[in-house]
């Protein structure tokens, strides 16, 4: 049974920077792509960023400010938030790429 676990989300101020982690179970990161996905209240969950075996997407909005990586011995994917703005709040998703494999989500708040 595969697992994701996020964590790593909180409350900053515009700029600021925050660290999420998801730890996977189950199945092996290095392996498999995983993408972290956000969602806001009324709206849909929306894809933020994905990391396969040898690439990295972006979506343009956080290009330049989000870096995902992988940590194969922790079986951990990482997304390093820098220069957050508040449009960043909601709840972010670990997913396991083109399957209904989710995580229990973090929350991201960012002030202005």
């Known amino acids: 049974q595969v697992q994701l676990v996020e964590s790593g989300g909180g409350l900053v101020q515009a700029g600021g920077s925050l660290r999420l982690s998801c730890a996977a179970s189950?199945?092996?990161?290095?392996?498999?792509?995983m993408a972290w996905y956000r969602q806001d209240p009324g709206n849909q969950r929306e894809s933020v960023a994905r990391?396969?075996?040898?690439?990295?997407y972006y979506e343009d909005f956080v290009k330049g400010r989000f870096t995902i990586s992988r940590d194969n011995a922790r079986n951990t994917v990482y997304m390093q938030m820098n220069n957050l703005k508040p449009e960043d709040t909601g709840v972010y998703y670990c997913?396991?790429?083109?399957?209904?494999?989710w995580g229990q989500g973090t929350q991201v708040t960012v002030t202005s």
């Open positions: 189950g199945v092996v990161a290095e392996f498999a792509t």
């Open positions: 990391i396969g075996h040898d690439s990295e």
């Open positions: 997913n396991l790429y083109s399957t209904t494999v």
